[in-house]
């Protein structure tokens, strides 16, 4: 039996221990999911010693190795970089002797194969052009190289050149399968992009569009896409089709990846003179700052509802939208409702079709590219490309021989023309309701299935034709399909951090993105540290 003074002795040790327990912080189990997490959950991970670059990328090859020529096939990637465990291994290296050179070191990218990398081919999905080993980085992938990111793949996408077979993406690699539904086509052009970051097969993925070809891969793989203002990123040693429409555009699964992704790759750039008012338009310190989960709160969005399509088709998902635009409002923002042009916009879009430049300009884009690729270049100029005959596109043949020049061809500037009339309307509208963005669904069908041709009422092109810039993310799915769809935050040229805003905030507070079903999460993909 204890003495009183030894029953004192042991409680005053009790309390003493007690003491100590409540002033010492409680350390909690952080939880890595790679479907889910961020390019800042793969740095802490990774500060914290839990999580290697060459760890990363074994997981994502892992995954590729599942998922993409086995299991569903889903059949993205054209090019697999044979040294990005070695690359990997390199950063993280450098990354303990150095520190990190910027928040993408060590993170895969998966690239359309359109943009050029001196050691990977560049086949922008043409047969032919399947070994094409181009002389220099574009622009984008040197600027991700520099800052620590691993460019992990090469991925499928719409032939550029060649006519593939019917339901088939490309003449290199064929058909991609959407990761959501194998019945329903990933998208053009960018669907490798999209249907690799929606399988989880990388982190970040860059695609491209003269028309919608970001966001129509976004929306259909249920992923996060950004069509940047015209001139925000270089295009140089890009596949292009038009100087004037044709833009990259950094995709992922949130809105803060898209983000990062975006500071890394926007800015000036001497051979690309359209990013000439870039200087001054892009902030110190990136776009990330500016993602809070309240930035919706007092926010002043626009329902813009010339670019809602009526009809029965349309009703399912445009509930979806019209749901996400209530979630907003919830959120804080003031919602100005019916806002219209007073004009049929999709009618306008149609007759002057589409509003494009990339019929007259193509030709001559093509050609500066296949001169910047060097002497040993499998194809040279335009004579060499229709020199293939039937492999070519029709429209590609017909219009090298029609157009000889721009500046005098009346089609060619009044379609130019239309299009700064059409970006002057819509900014004067945001304008006059002093609005910080317009929404609306970028589509409000699901994807269509892999043989349907000539599908109409489908997406929305006027980012594209206006050169204004949107984001595009992810609003619910349809019952039946399970086929996504997408809202669209457009904005005034080089808004993008207000667009990241407002399109975060409304991701942290809907939470639209659910997991691709044909892709599932492998025991090594969710760890504990």
């Known amino acids: 039996m204890l003495s009183l003074t030894q029953c004192i002795r042991r ?17 909690r189990a952080s939880a890595f999911d790679l479907e889910t997490a961020t390019v800042a959950d793969i740095q802490a991970a990774m500060d914290a010693g839990a999580l290697t670059s060459e760890k990363l990328v074994s997981l994502y090859l892992k995954r590729i190795e599942a998922y993409d020529k086995a299991g569903p096939k889903i059949n993205a990637v054209i090019t697999l970089n044979a040294q990005a465990l070695e690359t990997a291994r390199a950063l993280d290296a450098e ?8 928040p993408l070191h060590g993170v895969p990218v998966v690239l359309k194969d359109l943009f050029d990398t001196k050691d990977m081919p560049t086949s922008a999905g043409f047969l032919p052009l399947k070994n094409s080993l181009p002389i220099h980085d574009a622009t984008v992938v040197k600027r991700l190289r520099d800052a620590g990111a691993i460019i992990l793949a090469k991925v499928n996408m719409s032939d550029w050149f060649g006519v593939p077979k019917p339901g088939d993406q490309s003449t290199v690699l064929g058909r991609t399968l959407n990761p959501y539904n194998g019945d329903l086509t990933p998208g053009g052009s960018s669907g490798g992009t999209g249907a ?4 989880t097969f990388s982190q970040l993925g860059l695609g491209s569009e003269t028309g919608v070809s970001i966001r129509n891969p976004t929306a259909n793989n249920s992923v996060v896409g950004l069509a940047p203002t015209r001139g925000l990123i270089p295009r140089t040693g890009q596949v292009m089709t038009s100087f004037t429409q044709e833009r990259a555009g950094p995709m992922a699964r949130t809105v803060y990846d898209v983000a990062a992704l975006t500071g890394v790759v926007a800015g000036f750039d001497a051979e690309d003179l359209l990013t000439i008012n870039t200087p001054g338009n892009i902030p110190e310190g990136g776009y990330t700052q500016f993602l809070k989960k309240d930035g919706l709160k007092g926010a002043r969005i626009g329902v813009f509802r010339d670019l809602f399509r009526k009809g029965e088709k349309h009703a399912e998902g445009t509930a979806l939208v019209e749901a996400a635009i209530a979630k907003m409002k919830a959120e804080g923002a003031i919602v100005v409702e019916g806002l219209t042009l007073g004009l049929d916009v999709f009618k306008l879009l149609d007759s002057h079709g589409g509003m494009r430049t990339n019929y007259h300009e193509a030709q001559f884009s093509y050609d500066l ?44 500037l009044a379609r130019r023309d239309m299009q700064e009339a059409l970006r002057a309307a819509i900014v004067e509208l945001m304008d006059k309701y002093k609005l910080d963005a317009l929404v609306h669904p970028f589509k409000s069908v699901p994807p269509e299935g892999h043989l349907e041709r000539g599908v109409e009422e489908k997406d929305n092109p006027v980012s594209s034709v206006t050169g204004l810039p ?16 997408a809202i669209e935050f457009l904005g005034r040229p080089y808004s993008e951090p207000v667009l990241f805003r407002l399109a975060y905030a409304y991701e942290q507070a809907a939470k639209p993105r659910k997991p691709a079903a044909l892709t599932p999460a492998l025991p090594a993909d969710k760890f504990t540290y």
Not at 11 to 26: D, H, R
Not at 95 to 102: C, D, I, L, T
Not at 371 to 395: F, Q, S
Request: aromatic content about 8%.
């Open 369 to 412: 590219y296949f001169r910047r690729l060097g002497p040993n270049a499998v194809i040279k100029n335009m004579d060499e490309l229709v020199a293939y005959g039937d492999l070519v596109k029709p429209g590609i043949r017909k219009g090298y021989a029609e157009f000889r020049s721009l500046d005098h061809h009346a089609d060619f």
């Open 196 to 199: 690799a970051l929606a399988a």
């Open 11 to 27: 409680g005053s040790a009790l309390l003493a221990v007690a003491a100590f327990a409540l002033s010492t912080p409680v350390l």
């Open 470 to 485: 949107a984001v595009v993310l992810p609003a619910g799915y349809t019952k039946k399909e399970n086929g996504p769809i």
């Open 95 to 102: 990354r303990k002797a150095k520190g990190p050179r910027s």
